[in-house]
């Protein structure tokens, strides 16, 4: 079993930054990928970015590029998500995934088995 624990999150004003922060525990030995996912009330989950661990730089969303950034400490099995220049449309929870290295990096949440309770993220304008 493996647990996901996220700390971070909040209120921030447009242009503001957070920092989100995951740490996976537990039977975290076959754990190959971390991402974050996020999701706005009265939308669909979408994802972030995700990051393999030693297989590369992180992979992002579109609409995140420059403005985000993820990264792990210590190993595999944490992750980081520090969000700048956040915008209204940011808004939303934020949850923690965690998934085996299949073959190759995938932002797809259906792949990632293990999910965090999630951290609200609120950027007013």
């Known amino acids: 079993q493996v647990r996901l624990m996220e700390s971070g999150g909040g209120s921030v004003q447009a242009g503001g930054s957070l920092r989100l922060s995951c740490t996976a525990t537990?039977?975290?030995?076959?754990?190959?990928?971390m991402g974050w996912f996020r999701q706005a009330p009265g939308k669909e989950r979408e994802t972030v970015g995700v990051?393999?661990?030693?297989?590369?730089?992180?992979s992002y969303t579109d609409s995140v590029k420059g403005r985000f950034t993820i990264s792990q400490d210590n190993g595999a099995y944490s992750v980081n998500l520090q969000m700048n220049t956040l915008k209204p449309e940011d808004t939303g929870m934020y949850y923690c995934?965690?998934?085996?290295?299949?073959?190759?990096?995938?932002?797809?949440?259906?792949?990632?088995?293990?999910w965090g309770q999630g951290t609200q993220v609120t950027v007013s304008s």
């Open positions: 995934a965690a998934g085996q290295w299949l073959g190759m990096v995938s932002t797809a949440a259906n792949l990632y088995q293990y």
């Open positions: 537990g039977s975290t030995y076959n754990i190959g990928c």
């Open positions: 990051i393999c661990t030693g297989r590369g730089p992180a």
